[in-house]
């Protein structure tokens, strides 16, 4: 049994999630194994594997790959020519130097973002443009002002159009020599670089899911990679909703956790008034001021007697009533 066969076993036993505890080279092992398992090609199409440090060791799980991740993508045509341009394309048009790209590669990167504009509006997304006519500075390009926006469900998803750049290593000429050996704190350059005709985009706003960067490779070119892109800006726009959905469920929940504290308080406050209310009654009884203002009520001279009328007087003659009437009043 290999190794990833052990681990893909002991993850299945273990419910999909292990933690590799310990110390030492042990340890530090685990990361490059994960990494190898990865590439073994033995992790079944429909689970992923991940490794990562945590508070126990190295928590290794086996989970389920999203089904956006194995949903088939419809590719995305792309004109051939720009008989009608989007309202951001014409803008770009309009610049100067579009996005900074030379004139080579123009005309294609206004031919790609027409087709992902296009793409996107039809699945009810909506688009700007944004600063169209410049290159961003090479160092903090990625964190650069978008050439163009897509918005879905409320996530704005701006868009960089970079142009890559060939590096070839520097020829010192003799001028640069001479300048170098008189100056010390001059430096020749050990690369030179110049525009390729290979386009990046670089997505920016929302959670990522796929990545935040794409490229023409060798293997794969950026309208081969279009249906991604479109596929990005729809999940981030979906992770948006979701938060904001769960963002009101949860005020909602904080509301009615509140409205019970309220009325729980009240309930407390009222029985606390009456509990109060009862005992300074009782106090003001057991008072000895109040026993005498009690007592001086029924004190004789405080209030006269009520009389009491005599009843009438028997007839004379009537000794059994006679009798009666004596009987009565003793």
Known sequence: MTFTEQLLQELAEAGGRIVKSGSGPGLEKWPPRVAAARRSGRVPETKELYGGWCQGGYEIKLVDVPA?????????????????????????QNEQQP????????????????ALITAA????????????????????????????????QGQTVGF??????????????????????????IRIPRFDYTPSERLRFVLSGGQPHRASEWSDTPGRTLEDQLAEIAQEVTLRGDAAERRRLD???????????WEAAM???????????????FEAQEA???????LRSTWASYAPGSRPCPQVKPGPKPKHGSTGQQHTWSASTR
């Open 284 to 290: 003001a009884w057991r008072h000895p001021s109040g």
């Open 247 to 257: 963002e009101i469920e949860a005020a909602r929940q904080k509301r009615v956790r």
């Open 121 to 152: 509006e039809a699945e009810g997304h909506s688009s700007s443009a944004g600063q169209t006519g410049f290159a961003p500075p090479s160092h903090p390009r990625r964190r650069a002002n978008p050439h163009f926006t897509i918005t879905s």
């Open 68 to 92: 956006w991740r194995l949903a088939v993508l419809e590719p995305i045509p792309v004109p051939a020519r720009l008989t009608r341009p989007h309202t951001v394309v014409r803008t770009m």
């Open 160 to 185: 960089l159009v970079l142009q890559e750049q060939d590096r070839t290593e520097h020829i010192a000429t003799e001028e640069e020599l001479a300048e170098a050996k008189k100056n010390s704190w």
């Open 263 to 277: 009325e729980e308080a009240r309930v407390q406050y009222a029985e606390a008034y009456r509990v109060r209310h």
């Open 99 to 114: 996005m900074g790209l030379t004139k080579p590669v123009q005309g294609r990167a206004l031919r790609l973002i027409q």
